[in-house]
């Protein structure tokens, strides 16, 4: 059987340095790189594809980075791209209940777990969240805590913060 291959990029946004990857012309990966939690997304996907990460380029991802830019140049609010989810099924609930999350708009962890019926499954909605590997595009950032004060980000708290005035329209200097 002939390995697979995740296509990757180092993108320098003006937030920080993210990895893109393109799976088959998927979109599945999107994220800070130097995060805490980099080895266990990448291992989820290299393990769950039976894949290989190789830098190179794609169409995919040159057109990954042109969203992105018209994103953080406030010209985009909704991304269009396809996107592969790789995580158990939980997970995959999770990131899809992110996407419903409106430009410009939080939500709670609480909030997020009634949203998908089981409102006990907090810390389990906080874990999902914290694993998803697509940023930005699977908004996880537009989660805060029920005291609406900033909780954990993969990218950090900072970067979190210029997000959520970007997309809120604050006049915060973002950049």
């Known amino acids: 059987m002939s390995t697979q291959i995740i296509y990757?990029?180092?993108y320098p946004s003006p937030l920080g340095e993210l990895v893109l990857g393109d799976y088959n012309n998927q979109l599945c990966l999107c994220d800070w790189r130097y995060r805490k939690m980099r080895n266990e997304v990448d291992?989820?996907?290299l393990n769950g594809l039976q894949a290989t990460f190789e830098i190179q380029t794609t169409p995919l991802l040159?057109?990954?980075?042109e969203q992105l830019a018209a994103?953080?140049?406030?010209?985009?609010?909704?991304?269009?791209l396809p996107l592969l989810l790789i995580g158990t099924d939980?997970?995959?609930?999770v990131w899809k209940a992110l996407q419903q999350i409106e430009y410009g708009k939080t939500q709670t962890y609480l909030g997020l777990s009634k949203q998908l019926n089981n409102p006990k499954a907090i810390r389990a909605v906080a874990s999902a969240n914290g694993a998803n590997a697509i940023s930005?595009?699977?908004?996880c950032h537009r989660i805060i805590g029920s005291n609406q004060e900033l909780v954990g980000y993969a990218g950090g708290l900072s970067v979190k913060r210029k997000?959520?005035?970007?997309?809120q329209g604050s006049q915060l200097t973002l950049f």
Do not use: C, G, V, W
Not at 62 to 65: D, I
Not at 71 to 80: A, G, I, V
Not at 136 to 139: H, K, V
């Open 163 to 167: 997000l959520l005035a970007l997309e």
């Open 71 to 80: 994103y953080m140049d406030k010209k985009l609010t909704h991304f269009d």
């Open 43 to 45: 291992n989820r996907l």
């Open 136 to 139: 930005i595009i699977i908004p």
């Open 62 to 65: 040159e057109e990954t980075m």
């Open 90 to 93: 939980f997970q995959q609930s």
């Open 8 to 10: 990757i990029h180092h």
